[in-house]
C-alpha cells in the first residue's frame, strides 16, 4: 500500500486502509506500539492478555499503606523444594 504523511492540526498522520488494519488484525481505537528498526517504521498491535488489564491501573489501586508479608501455601508436595 502506498500512502502519503499527512499534516492534521499539530500532528502528522498516516492513512491506513481498512484492508491492510485486517490483515495486521488491528482494528480502530486499538492500542499499537510504534517503533523504529534500522530506518524502518515497525506498527504492531498490542495484545492483551488475560482480559485486558492494564498493569499500571491495577497497581495504582493497591493502597499506600500495604505492606507485603509472606504467606503459607502448606507444605511441599511432590518434588517441590521450600
Do not use: F
Not at 488494519?21 to 517503533?35: K, P, R, W
Not at 499500571?56 to 521450600?82: A, D, F, N, Q, T
Amino acid at each position: 500500500m502506498i500512502t502519503k504523511i499527512q499534516k492534521w492540526g499539530n500532528s502528522q498522520g498516516l492513512r491506513l486502509s481498512r484492508a491492510l488494519l485486517s490483515d495486521a488484525q488491528i482494528e480502530v481505537g486499538d492500542v499499537v506500539d510504534v517503533a523504529v528498526h534500522k530506518g524502518t517504521v515497525i506498527v504492531r498491535p498490542i495484545r492483551r492478555v488475560r482480559g485486558g488489564h492494564d498493569l499500571r491501573k491495577l497497581v495504582s489501586r493497591i493502597p499506600k499503606k500495604y505492606k507485603p508479608s509472606e504467606l503459607s501455601w502448606g507444605r511441599p508436595v511432590g518434588r517441590e523444594v521450600w
